[in-house]
């Protein structure tokens, strides 16, 4: 008979099966397109548009110049492209460090007080004279022909935003391994949600915008600390679309440590709850589309799933071993082994261990999937298995702290 | 602003395809319960004829030696009968009906087995080493659940030990007699070794004195299992 937590199990056990069943159709629907991007990149657009890309730095002194030789390799045409750097009042060697590019015509350079990240964005928006604008993080590289393949998508008149596809910096060690995992899989999603033009993050590296969207919308948000969820959803709310490039690859450096792993993770969390509470009113309404009807209510019932599902877990987990402890407890430590280990009859064939099975296929369909997509290869390497041994144990504690600290008020911080 | 486009026919799609995978999962779930059953069906049915032949020889043999009759005659499935309807009660919960016919049933062959048992012991002029158990699924019985674990780690030390484990709210009439026989308490859980009752949590020690033959059996070999409840 199944019980209550049975019961909320299935209950997301289905919303989340139908999650997976929808964003396979909508990838079996559009796989020749997502083939066909490298073939358009090759084409070439007729004209190539003004870029300015922005890199914020506060306190970057050692990765900042890699970020600015990342950009300076772009394949793209050297008189339409510049680089703005604001540094957001560092107190360590990235102004001097960044002296060595004073000569270079592409680069302009500004230093202002400290005020945060949105505010380094909003000081290089305003000296703003090209036709599309981006930001690099500077932790983050670029491919050299990501900018062109953004480009193709800005052909489109109606595309007001392109975001493009976030890999890992040389990733090492299981932490890394299982981040890196996590980023194909975003390439993935964000890619169905561009066929469902519900993209809902232009993500902090490299996502590039028409002029027009801070001109007709205002700037950056201070945001929760996650302003590049908020201007996705602020264009998403009056009708701009944004469509991923996932070839257009941008490589940023992962959190090598748990505790940092957690901090990054508690923040996005937090400001996408914040955000999807600000923007509440997108949910349920037909006109945003899939994204109000459907991607951000799955993304927030999510939350709750993995939130109950560990909860559960974790409670069974307490009472087997609380019952091992009454075994050891009445009869001591004993080393039979059972009889039956090897009877068909003690496979489990409830529901639950049947659904959870088709489940966890699909997540690994979809797994191989994005890194067929991201690293034009099918394999089942270590990355895999850290990720199906790690995430389950990790995400649920960030999830959890983030939901804690929306709910308590208490703020998250940048680093 | 022009509306977004709505991949309605693409949730309807996924829906179904959900619901087809949900069934599909149901069907496959029940048909393995179903053969489980029947699993557990065909153990009692060899139980029962297990029995059955062996107090068909043994009325056969009524005049005969003991040493025709060897503890080896008893059913060697009881152990196997208990493991797979533990399990199951797990798997499908105690209220279900299937479970709670199972275990009517297996309560009647454990007392068709303890009979025969005390049978052969008198004929052998041996001391019945058997244990009867009585437990409770409520909530009442805190120290059942420990018990349990004793009694399987005892009969697994004992092989040639047999304990009967009996629900003591179980609808089976022959269960109820054997409690009003042996006067038990409703104190459970409650033990019975050579017709004197304990009641409350007894560690494997305890059992051990209250049964001192246990000691000749240590070492000895076996084929017969036997069985334990919680």
């Known amino acids: 008979m199944p019980d209550i937590t049975n019961i909320i199990t299935y209950i997301f056990l289905f919303a989340s099966l139908n999650f997976e069943v929808f964003l396979l159709i909508i990838y079996f629907e559009n796989r020749l397109d997502i083939k066909d991007e490298g073939r358009r990149m090759m084409l070439g657009v007729k004209k190539y548009p003004s870029v300015t890309i922005i890199v914020p730095c506060w306190n970057e002194e050692t990765t900042v110049s890699k970020t600015i030789h990342s950009l300076l390799s772009l394949d793209y045409p050297k008189n339409k492209l510049k680089i703005l750097i604001v540094d957001d009042g560092s107190t360590d060697k990235t102004w001097n460090n960044i002296q060595k590019f004073k000569n270079n015509p592409q680069i302009e350079m500004y230093s202002k007080e400290n005020g945060g990240k949105y505010t380094a964005l909003n000081f290089g928006l305003e000296k703003l004279s090209t036709d599309l604008v981006g930001c690099l993080d500077s932790d983050s590289y670029v491919d050299k022909d990501a900018l062109k393949y953004i480009v193709t998508y800005f052909q489109d008149k109606e595309i007001m935003a392109v975001a493009p ?251 | 602003m022009e509306p977004k486009k709505l991949s309605s026919k693409k949730y309807l799609y996924s829906f179904i395809i959900t619901v087809i995978i949900f069934a599909t999962a149901i069907f496959i779930s029940n048909y393995f319960g179903q053969k489980k059953l029947e699993e557990i069906r065909n153990i009692q049915d060899k139980i029962s004829i297990d029995i059955l032949s062996s107090e068909t020889q043994f009325s056969l043999l009524e005049e005969s030696s003991c040493k025709d009759i060897g503890t080896g005659t008893l059913s060697a499935e009881l152990g196997n009968l208990e493991n797979k309807l533990t399990y199951t009660e797990s798997e499908r919960g105690a209220n279900d009906p299937e479970v709670r016919t199972l275990k009517q049933y297996y309560s009647l062959l454990e007392i068709k087995d303890y009979l025969l048992m005390n049978k052969i012991s008198e004929k052998c002029k041996k001391t019945p080493l058997s244990i009867i158990y009585f437990y409770s699924d409520n909530e009442n019985c805190p120290d059942c659940e420990k018990e349990g674990y004793v009694l399987t780690s005892l009969r697994e030390t004992y092989p040639d030990l047999r304990v009967y484990s009996f629900d003591y709210n179980i609808d089976v009439s022959a269960v109820k007699t054997l409690i009003s026989i042996n006067k038990v308490k409703n104190e459970l859980p409650a033990i019975i070794i050579k017709d004197v009752p304990y009641y409350g949590f007894k560690s494997v020690e305890d059992l051990e004195k209250a049964l001192p033959e246990l000691q000749t059996l240590k070492n000895a070999s076996s084929t017969t299992a036997t069985s334990t409840r919680k």
Do not use: C
């Open chain 1, 165 to 415: 596809s976030v890999k890992l910096w040389k990733p090492s060690g299981p932490l890394q391994m299982m981040q890196k995992v996590e980023y194909s899989f975003g390439i993935f999603t964000r890619k169905m949600f561009h066929y469902l033009q519900a993209v809902y993050i232009t993500p902090g590296p490299f996502s590039i915008f028409r002029k027009k969207v801070f001109e007709q919308l205002g700037g950056y948000k201070h945001a929760h600390n996650t302003e590049d969820i908020e201007i996705a959803l602020r264009m998403q709310k009056n009708g701009y679309k944004i469509a991923h490039a996932h070839n257009a690859m941008v490589y940023t450096v992962a959190p090598r440590k748990v505790r940092k792993l957690l901090k990054q993770r508690v923040r996005w969390s937090y400001g996408f709850i914040k955000n999807a509470q600000d923007y509440k009113e997108l949910f349920f309404k037909k006109e945003y589309g899939n994204l109000g009807l459907f991607i951000l209510p799955m993304a927030s019932i999510s939350i709750i799933s993995v939130l109950s599902i560990t909860t559960i877990s974790i409670f069974n987990i307490m009472r087997a071993l609380f019952n091992m402890y009454e075994r050891v407890r009445a009869v001591g430590f004993s080393f039979h082994l059972p009889q039956w280990s090897m009877d068909w009859f003690y496979i489990n064939t409830e529901l639950i261990a049947i659904i959870g099975i088709v489940a966890t296929l699909g997540t690994l369909s979809m797994i191989l999937i994005s890194k067929k997509m991201s690293e034009k290869k099918l394999d089942i390497g270590m990355d895999l298995i850290y990720f199906l041994l790690l995430y389950m144990f990790i995400a649920p504690v960030w999830i959890g702290k983030s939901v804690y600290n929306a709910l308590t008020g208490t703020k998250s911080s940048w680093r």
